[in-house]
């Protein structure tokens, strides 16, 4: 039997993806620019800002206070912002598709 047929890895949740899709959702709206926003340009924008950011996992209701207190940090908001800034730009420049 598989390992993860033992254990049940759904409960295992990354806060930095929702607070980078929220941020993503932000700047691409107030874009100055056309941005392709087809699935693989958008999904392309999120994972590399999402590899560019530390991760926020959590599994119990303390591990989700730690997360809230790590997500409250001025620091931790600064760089999920620059990460999909800098994610949008480069999608942007060079597109996955043509």
């Known amino acids: 039997m598989a390992f993860k047929d033992n254990y049940d890895f759904d409960q295992l949740v990354n806060e930095a993806e929702r607070l980078v899709i929220d941020e993503l959702e932000k700047q691409v709206s107030r874009y100055p620019e056309p941005l392709c926003l087809c699935e693989d340009c958008v999904l392309d924008m999120a994972t590399l800002a999402l590899n ?37 730009a480069k999608v942007k420049a060079h597109p996955s598709h043509d």
């Open 52 to 88: 560019s950011v530390k991760p926020l996992y959590r599994v119990s209701l303390l591990g989700s206070i730690y997360a809230a207190h790590a997500m409250d940090e001025a620091s931790y908001a600064e760089s999920v912002k620059n990460a999909v800034a800098s994610a949008i």
